[in-house]
């Protein structure tokens, strides 16, 4: 069965430093798409940096970058330069390309703390 | 970037009440999504619709109905309110081409039912 899992339930990190969040995932498809989105503190949920399954290259936008592990149905997310407003909670999720509904499957969400 | 807008952004109503929660894309998306995100839970499906009439059942759809009326707008609806409904309610968009896949998603809903 499908299924996304964040072990990491909270992250506290100091600003301007880097930080990875762990997502992992369980698909019985050769083709699928996964996603970081970002919830803040006033509850907006961002979309941040999506990866395809069958591009090699790890994606990148702005300080933000995933390290796709294929073998590993890994897809971490991470941050550089870490700063106060990166305090959020971060989801992963995954569709697969059979899923013809296009319904996403999310993880449970890592809170990241960033401290001064 | 994708727009999409919730109405009310707050409601409390009582149990056995009527709430209707209001949502509009006005990026020609196909897809609609509403989703329920409670403490412990993360988000959960509740319904969804690829185009104005169609309706699709998600994981945890007892207690809602929802209806598409057009492309662009996408209602939730709660007839005999609880309490165990009381969370935060995002609804969301995406499409079928071009950037398919990425949804994007309202501001949310905070509806508490007493």
């Known amino acids: 069965a499908q299924k996304v899992t964040q072990t990491q339930t909270s992250i506290s990190v100091v600003e301007k430093t880097t930080v990875t969040m762990d997502c992992v995932y369980e698909?019985?498809?050769?083709?699928?798409?996964l996603f970081w989105y970002k919830q803040t503190a006033s509850g907006e949920i961002v979309f941040l940096i999506r990866?395809?399954?069958?591009k090699k290259e790890n994606a990148t936008v702005g300080h933000y970058s995933l390290n796709f592990q294929k073998p590993k149905s890994s897809i971490g997310l991470i941050i550089t330069a870490t700063q106060i407003e990166d305090s959020a909670v971060y989801f992963c999720?995954?569709?697969?390309?059979?899923?013809?509904?296009?319904?996403?499957?999310w993880g449970s969400g890592t809170k990241l703390i960033i401290k001064p | 970037e994708a727009a999409v807008t919730q109405s009310p952004r707050n409601k409390v109503t009582v149990t056995g009440g009527n709430v209707t929660l209001s949502c509009r894309q006005t990026?020609?998306?196909?897809?609609m999504y509403w989703y329920r995100q409670d403490t412990g839970h993360g988000l959960r499906l509740i319904h969804y619709s690829y185009g104005a009439g169609n309706l699709q059942i998600g994981d945890v759809p007892d207690g809602y109905k929802a209806t598409r009326t057009t492309q662009e707008d996408f209602f939730l609806l709660l007839e005999l309110a609880s309490p165990s409904q009381t969370s935060l309610y995002f609804c969301a968009s995406s499409d079928d081409w071009g950037t398919q896949d990425t949804q994007y998603f309202g501001p949310g809903t905070r509806l508490l039912v007493l």
């Open positions: 990026n020609s998306h196909n897809y």
């Open positions: 999720a995954m569709r697969e390309l059979a899923d013809s509904n296009y319904q996403l499957i």
């Open positions: 990866q395809d399954s069958y």
């Open positions: 698909t019985r498809d050769s083709s699928y798409f």
